[in-house]
């Protein structure tokens, strides 16, 4: 537990941030999730406890994060921004059912070819964002359809 807030403390001051207790705080909430969590979300679980921070410090704080680049946003509903501490290239697995979201690693993905678009265009990155159904749902879906 120590090491890993070193670790934290360490990565932040090496992106030239200040260690603040809130900034400290988000980013280690963050690096322990892999649900893609909205500001709220991330609030809620800063303060499930009891009150510890703000919205608008966990604003700040995502937005100094992202900044420097140790939190990258995530969108992959409309409205919606979501954050993930990976901020190595993957892609994304979204669930239509229940909304469950998945890091796809960028080597499971190939032949994305962007020969056809017109004339001009010059593709410097991407992120592919894939829809479907988790196996949870799926699992619901056979048992329901089942006892029909």
């Known amino acids: 537990m120590q090491e890993q807030a070193e670790q934290i403390i360490k990565k932040l001051k090496a992106k030239g941030l200040r260690v603040t207790p809130q900034r400290f705080a988000v980013y280690a909430n963050l690096l322990t999730r892999s649900d893609h969590p909205t500001a709220e979300q991330i609030l809620q679980g800063l303060n499930a406890a009891g009150p510890v921070s703000s919205q608008a410090t966990v604003y700040s704080s995502l937005q100094a994060l992202r900044d420097v680049g140790l939190v990258r946003e995530v969108l992959l509903e409309e409205g919606v921004c979501r954050y993930d501490a990976n901020v190595e290239m993957h892609h994304h697995f ?5 909304g469950a979201i998945e ?6 993905v190939s032949g994305v070819s962007f020969q056809q678009l017109r004339p001009g265009l010059l593709v410097d990155e991407y992120e592919l964002t894939v829809h479907g159904l988790c196996d949870d ?12």
Do not use: L
Request: hydrophobic content about 25%.
């Open 103 to 108: 890091d796809i690693a960028w080597s499971q």
């Open 94 to 98: 979204r669930c239509k059912a229940c």
């Open 137 to 148: 749902c799926q699992e619901h879906r056979r048992v329901g359809s089942t006892h029909a």
